[in-house]
């Protein structure tokens, strides 16, 4: 079992920066991969970014890439997903995700994720 709670949501002005982490208890951090996703309004739930349990290998929504990092702390039990530079269409609810399958390279499909976070807002104002 795999517990994850997601922080750091709010609302910035477009152009501006947030930082979201994800705390995790259970099953040992490191023996998963994390990924982030995002939901908006009326729109189905959809990738993000992914790390592998070490960090060592990231993938990237081609709407992301170069604007958004993630990253992870084993030794805190914690995922982060830095976003910068955001736009009004990066508002949504952003949900942390594990894939206990230890896959390489990390997955991006929804459904090869099987724990999921409660989400938090993001809101991009123009």
């Known amino acids: ?4 709670v997601e922080s750091g949501g ?20 490191s023996n998963y991969v994390v990924g982030w996703f995002r939901q908006a309004p ?18 990237y929504a081609d709407s992301v890439k170069g604007r958004f990092t993630i990253s992870r702390d084993n030794a805190k039990n914690t ?3 830095q976003m ?3 736009k009004p ?6 949900y942390c995700a594990a894939d206990t399958s230890t896959s390489y390279p990390p997955r991006t499909r929804r459904d090869d994720y099987n724990y999921w ?9 123009s």
């Open 1 to 4: 079992q795999v517990q994850l």
């Open 10 to 29: 709010g609302l910035v002005q477009a152009g501006g920066s947030l930082r979201l982490s994800c705390a995790a208890s259970g099953q040992a951090f």
């Open 42 to 59: 009326g729109k189905e739930r959809e990738f993000v970014a992914s790390i592998t349990w070490n960090g060592g290998r990231t993938r």
């Open 79 to 81: 995922g982060y997903l």
């Open 84 to 86: 910068s530079s955001l």
């Open 89 to 94: 269409e990066d508002t949504a609810v952003y």
């Open 117 to 125: 976070g409660q989400g938090t807002q993001v809101t991009v104002s």
